[in-house]
Structure formats: C-alpha cells, structure tokens
Nanobody, 121 residues
Framework: VQLQASGGGLVQAGGSLRLSCAAS??????YAWFPQAPGKEREFVGA????????YYADSMKGRFTISRDNAKNTVYLQMNSLKPEDTAVYYCASAKGCNILSDKATYDYWGQGTQVTVSS
C-alpha cells in the first residue's frame, strides 16, 4: 500500500494549488489531508469518505480548501485557494480502513511522504 502525494510548490499569497494523493494497492474508506508547519503538530484540514464522496473540513479551512476524488485514478485531491503565508507546511495525505474520528491522526492507517507547500507574502 502506498500513498503518493504531489503538487506542492511555491506560490504567492492569494494563489492556488492543487495537491494530489494517488493510492496504490487498494481503495480505503477514508482519505484526509494533514499539513504540518515547522515546529507544529500535523493538523486536520479535511477528509473525504470514498463511498459517497462526503467531505468534512476543519472549520478554519471551510471555503478555501476543497477535497475531491477521482474513482478511476484512485486519487484524492486538495484544491487550495486564496493561499496565505500561514498555509506554508508539508502536506500529508492519509488513509483509513474505517471511518472513526476523522480529525484524529490515530484514525489513519497509512501516510504518504508529504509534499511541500510554500506561500510567499
């Protein structure tokens, strides 16, 4: 089982990026994104339940970030708009076999390697 995150880069404040998380090996119940800024814990941004496509977001991210999926490619996306310098972090995708507390890192069984997002002011 592998999760391959990609799409990070350097962008100016106000810009947009779309991150991808390609899953190989199997399809999981739930996928999520957790950015980790330097010196901070990984924090929950949002999650998508594969069956049905329902999405859930941290309150602080609602309206700017959107999670979606492509069934054929077994890939989950994180569309990030109106980026701010404080969004700078390594963004990790994670997958879970179940669907417990979505914002809890312990829910997730597999983690990708992360992709760096840097937002300049």
């Amino acid at each position: 089982v592998q999760l391959q995150a990609s799409g990070g880069g350097l962008v100016q404040a106000g810009g947009s990026l779309r991150l991808s998380c390609a899953a190989s090996g199997r399809t999981f119940s739930t996928y999520a994104w957790f950015p980790q800024a330097p010196g901070k814990e990984r924090e929950f941004v949002g999650a998508i339940v594969w069956s049905g496509g329902n999405t859930y977001y941290a309150d602080s991210m609602k309206g700017r970030f959107t999670i979606s999926r492509d069934n054929a490619k077994n890939t989950v996306y994180l569309q990030m708009n109106s980026l701010k310098p404080e969004d700078t972090a390594v963004y990790y995708c994670a997958s879970a076999k179940g669907c417990n507390i979505l914002s809890d890192k312990a829910t997730y069984d597999y983690w990708g390697q992360g992709t760096q997002v840097t937002v300049s002011s």
